[in-house]
Structures are given as structure tokens and as C-alpha cells.
């Protein structure tokens, strides 16, 4: 059997045992999914490929703390957000401003993985999440696309529940004008 047809339980063994092509294999059917996790949240492409990549290191010297193998996709992607996260955090408060943010184009296509079908008005909603002020952007891709609790959020940004609560609802007001001018 070929590493391409083995499970996922199988690959996360031989992973475990520190085989190359697991690795490999694990890291090609994962990477390109954890990156758009990772670009939507910080916005800035080489970041994002570092923050994946560094989260696959943490994934594979970190797996015998994963209790249940067919979770390993969401455990992933959980330290994909955490290390955006942790990355975005640190950028706020170092008050730095990225120059991809400043000349952020990409293309429609490149925040969506390449097998998910999309439609015009996806796009344009996700187009203009990315004018919003950062923190909107950041609590709505939380709670709308990777799917986050306000409890989560609330964690991940360090803020209060009421905070939360009136910043997703004002980012969606925010979202909606925008919506309309378009």
C-alpha cells in the first residue's frame, strides 16, 4: 500500500516513527487549506506560509499529544489559528504596519481552496471583509468562516463577551453598508 491510499491513522504512526514520506504526505493534504486559514487571519502571504509551515513542525514533534487520529485535521488547524493569532497580536502591539497591508491585492481566488466552488457573491463578501477595520475582519473571519464561538473569540482576542459581542455585531453592520455600496 502506497502512502497516498493509507489513512490518516497510518500516516499519523508513521509519522510518529519520523518517516519522511508520511510527512510529506500529511503535509500535501493539509498544507494548502492551513495556509488560507492562516492568510485570512494575518493577510500577509509569506507570514502565512511561515506560520503554516511552522504549525506542520509543531504538529508532527507534538503528536503523541493528539488523542484521536481522525481529529488530527482540526487539531492542526487549531495551531494554525493560534500562531496567527499569536503572530497577529504581536504585530498589534508593536503597532507595526505590514506592507502588504498597505498594497494588499490578491487575487479573488487565492484566500479559497482550489477544490471549493465559489460563487460571485462569496467573493464579493470576502473582498470587502478584507477593507474592514482589522479587528472586524479578524472577529468576523472568527466567527463566520472558521466557525468560533463568541466564548473562543473572546480567548483568542483577549477581550470581554459583551466587547465581543458588540464588535462582531458592528463589524457586521459595517459589512452590510459596505455590502450595499458595492
Known sequence: MTSTNQNIEQLLQLCQSGNQRA??????????????????????????????????????????????????????????????ISYYNKTIKQNEVPLDTVIYKVEDDMCIVESEPINEKAKQILDVMKTLKSNYSLSLTLHLIEGYDYEEICEIMDITYANCRTMISRAKESLRKKLVLN
Not at 486559514?37 to 493528539?66: C, G, H, P, V, Y
Not at 487539531?75 to 489559528?81: D, M, S
Open 23 to 84: 510527512q510529506l504526505e500529511i503535509y500535501n493534504r493539509y498544507n494548502k487549506a492551513m495556509y488560507n486559514t492562516a492568510l485570512r487571519i494575518i493577510k500577509d502571504s509569506f507570514k502565512a506560509e511561515d506560520i503554516m509551515q511552522e504549525s506542520f513542525l509543531t504538529a508532527f514533534t507534538k503528536l503523541n499529544t493528539l488523542e484521536d487520529a481522525n481529529m488530527f485535521g482540526s487539531w492542526l488547524k487549531r495551531i494554525v489559528i493560534n500562531n496567527s
